[in-house]
């Protein structure tokens, strides 16, 4: 264990935070305009730019699928995110790892039957790190499809918590992170069902209901404030249209 | 996944009433697991075969002397490889690791190396100089499902069962003596991780699995070939006796209620704790055995010569 | 001499397999095929064979595609390749137990990685005869039967079947011999591979003796396994 003061007995965290807060959630679309959809996410200060094309033709043949759309993800993340410069391979398990979680949560979440024998193509690129990046992510992704205009069921928000002794901790940052289990949540819309859930570090079996309840809550927050951005954006462009 | 990846759509749709009438095509109940059938070589150490229903694989678990990292020189190394041939099964390319066999070997690795089950401190002979490399490859004999749960299982019994030989230092020289010479020894076994792994479909359309209330999204334990091929998502838990989690990897697919989830963990806790006691039981049994072929009651206080 | 036990169509989702364990060596081989190959790996007349050799630790490195390569040269002259045109046949040998294994030095030295491709005779030989209960489980045409034996000369020039890895140490030479088998005599030389400094004459001594123990490997346990296997295929003829 580290020497930081990880949860005061006055209850502050190591950045001033109570257990249940979020930390600064930024977010905008339409970002890059040269591409369909796009977004950038900043939550605390992990941030995540996301672009999205498509649906479109499948420039390969093996990427035709008859009855749905494929997702096709690629991950980046720069070198110069982290603290330590270490370039991350594309071919790294991890690296694989979530690239493959990431496109299967989209696959349920995105009305892929609509769009048969088509690719969307999500261009994921971490310019910063500081805890959570999975979930910044995909929240990144979720906004950018939308964007991009395609069907989808609902949102899917993305938020970790950690267990310190007794407390859960909402949204850790990277210091928080290094230092206790981080459990990771994708959740659908306004419901309480998961989509994605990532436990790395060792949690008592008792603490998960704790946990995963102020995941949820904490992912229904970030839903709200997704939301608001993309109304708020599309006011502005139906205001743009009528004037 | 290449040839023979795909399922008929009637044995999909089969498997599926199948399970929306709370039936599964092999018999087996929603939440009943294969046993497991582990044996031991009589012979060697650290060398094990699971069989799980159809699904069989063979664990080999060995030792060499190596230096250590350069930012970690008080541990030593264990490395699990996992590489799928076709003899597993002809959807598995040879060379080609498909997304589903890098999962297997990262739940693996997930499960043992990060959650500590090796003692990688106690490995150490000269800090920055020598340390033993522990490895443990899995091979994939048949495949029928269940790939992680087995695959851990093996790992786990081959690592308890492994004895390294004693070193003993002259100098900044180290001496292995062969295992006649000494007593070889076992390894630090911290905790023993389970992997159980449920699968999860879909009755209804996905309309409703999202935005209906009813939940009723069929969850069943220990898939095989077929439901593995039709699921429409997976969650891998691992825990250990002592009411830890280790491990939760949902790696996307269909969403599921988060109370439901953890009625799974707890479930999957008491399958765990029976894994476990029956792992322990099979090392007694083995353990037992040697001693007696290796006529070592001779020595015991008070024994009759 | 020590015994082969075999046992036969233990794998399920492959079309045959055998495993054959003898001294200290135990190999899983499968069979699939025929089956449509990959386009780079068709050939127009002929079969194609993928054979893949995996070690029973580590991954596989120069040992194992000297084996493939080996193995390559017996199969595809036993195998009736014009039968199966534009199709391939896929060979799995996977090795659970080798010599490497057992030796406990290894783990001082870095193991299998300083002894390279040498002391594989035994593998060598005990694949080739598990590729042949391999293939006629898996109902693959063959020219005619085949047999490989293993053969260390010791130190006081006397032939050592099978030799365990210290033996193998410290022998002159080792062979492994490979012949085909017709009317239960052992007929053509398919393979010779040895290593190690010999005489000629000690070479044809060393494969007259080979050719005895194939005949023996066939008779005493080839027949006799596939006896069984077609007992057990056509017992509805009783």
């Known amino acids: ?243 | 996944m290449g040839k023979d990846a795909e399922i008929s759509l009637n044995e999909r749709n089969f498997v599926k009433e199948g399970l929306k009438n709370g039936f599964r095509l092999n018999g087996r109940s929603l939440d009943e697991m294969r046993r497991p059938i582990i044996n031991i070589d009589k012979n060697e150490y650290g060398f094990v075969e699971v069989e799980f229903g159809k699904t069989k694989l063979a664990v080999r678990v060995s030792c060499e002397i190596v230096k250590p990292y350069e930012d970690r020189p008080f541990e030593g190394i264990f490395t699990i490889s996992t590489e799928i041939s076709p003899m597993a099964s002809p959807m598995f390319e040879n060379g080609k690791n498909s997304d589903d066999e890098v999962l297997i070997s990262r739940f693996i690795e997930k499960a043992v190396s990060r959650s500590n089950a090796l003692d990688l401190e106690s490995l150490c002979i000269i800090a920055g100089e020598k340390v033993w490399h522990i490895r443990a490859d899995v091979n994939y004999l048949s495949y029928d499902g269940g790939l992680i749960d087995a695959t851990c299982i093996g790992v786990m019994t081959a690592l308890q069962h492994f004895k390294k030989p004693d070193v003993t230092m002259k100098g900044t020289d180290i001496i292995v003596h062969d295992f006649d010479q000494r007593q070889p020894v076992p390894l630090i076994i911290l905790h023993v991780p389970i992997c159980i792994t449920y699968s999860f479909f879909n009755p209804v359309d996905r309309e409703e699995n999202i935005k209906g209330d009813a939940n009723l999204e069929i969850a069943i334990m220990d898939a095989d070939r077929s439901e593995e091929l039709v699921r429409d998502g997976f969650l891998v838990l691992t825990l250990n006796k002592n009411r830890e989690l280790i491990q939760i990897s949902k790696n996307g697919g269909l969403p599921i209620d988060g109370l439901a989830l953890i009625e799974l963990t707890q479930r999957a806790h008491d399958r765990c704790q029976e894994l476990t006691e029956h792992i322990k039981a099979l090392l007694q049994a083995d353990e037992k055995e040697r001693y007696k072929n290796m006529n070592l009651h001779l020595l015991e206080v008070g024994a009759s010569r | ?238």
Not at chain 1, 93 to 117: A, D
Not at chain 3, 70 to 78: E, F, G, P, S, T
């Open chain 1, 1 to 243: 264990m580290s020497r930081l003061e990880l949860y005061s007995p006055e209850g502050l965290r190591v950045d001033g935070r109570r257990w249940n807060e979020l930390r600064r959630f930024d977010c905008k679309i339409n970002t890059h305009p040269a591409f369909d959809g796009s977004s950038y996410v900043e939550q605390g200060n992990s941030k995540v730019i996301c672009m999205v094309r498509g649906p479109m033709e499948p420039p390969m043949r093996s990427q035709v699928n008859q009855t749905q759309a494929v997702i096709e993800m690629n991950l980046n993340i720069a070198s110069f995110s982290t603290l330590q410069r270490r370039k991350r391979s594309k071919n790294d398990k991890r690296m694989i790892e979530m690239k493959t979680t990431l496109e299967r949560t989209f696959e349920q979440s995105v009305m892929s039957h609509l769009y048969p024998r088509t690719l969307i193509e999500v261009n994921v690129q971490v310019l910063a790190q500081d805890g959570a990046v999975l979930a910044t992510m995909t929240n990144a992704i979720t906004l950018a499809l939308i964007d991009a205009g395609v069907a989808m069921y609902d949102y899917v928000s993305a938020v970790s918590v950690g267990i310190h002794d007794q407390t859960p901790l909402l949204d850790l940052n990277v210091l928080e992170e290094n230092d206790m289990s981080c459990l990771t949540i994708g959740v659908v819309g306004k419901s309480e069902k998961l989509a994605m859930l990532l436990l790395e570090d060792k949690m008592p079996l008792d603490k998960l209901e704790n946990a995963l309840a102020v995941a949820i809550a904490g992912g229904h927050r970030i839903r709200d404030l997704m939301d608001d951005e993309v109304r708020s954006h599309g006011n502005q462009r139906v205001s743009k249209l009528t004037s």
């Open chain 3, 1 to 238: 001499m020590s015994k082969l036990q075999v046992t036969l169509g233990e794998l399920n989702n492959v079309d045959g397999s055998a495993r054959l364990s003898v001294g200290s060596t135990k190999v899983v081989v499968s069979v699939t095929g025929p089956i449509e190959p990959k386009i780079r790996q068709e050939l127009p007349t002929q079969a194609s064979l993928e054979i893949i050799v995996r070690p029973s630790r580590g991954l596989s490195g120069t040992r194992e595609k000297t084996l493939e390569d080996l193995l390559r040269l017996v199969l595809q002259a036993v195998i009736v390749r014009f039968k199966y045109p534009r199709q391939l046949i896929q060979i799995v040998v996977q090795f659970l137990a080798s010599d490497l294994d057992k030796d406990e030095s290894s783990s001082e030295t870095g193991g299998r990685f300083n002894t390279g491709a040498s002391y594989m005779t035994n593998e060598l030989s005990a694949a080739i005869n598990c590729c042949y209960f391999a293939l006629a489980d898996a109902n693959v045409a063959l020219h005619t039967s085949f047999a490989a034996t293993s053969i260390a000369i010791d130190e006081n020039n006397a032939p050592v079947f099978n030799a365990e890895l210290p033996v193998l140490k410290k022998s002159l030479s080792h062979h492994t011999v490979c012949f085909d088998i017709q009317e239960k005599k052992a007929s053509k030389i398919l393979l010779v591979e040895s290593n190690g400094a010999f005489s000629e004459e000690q070479l044809l001594s060393t494969i007259q003796s080979a050719s005895v123990e194939c005949e023996r490997i066939h008779s005493e346990v080839q027949r006799l396994v596939l006896e069984k296997k077609i007992d057990a295929d056509y017992i509805w003829s009783k």
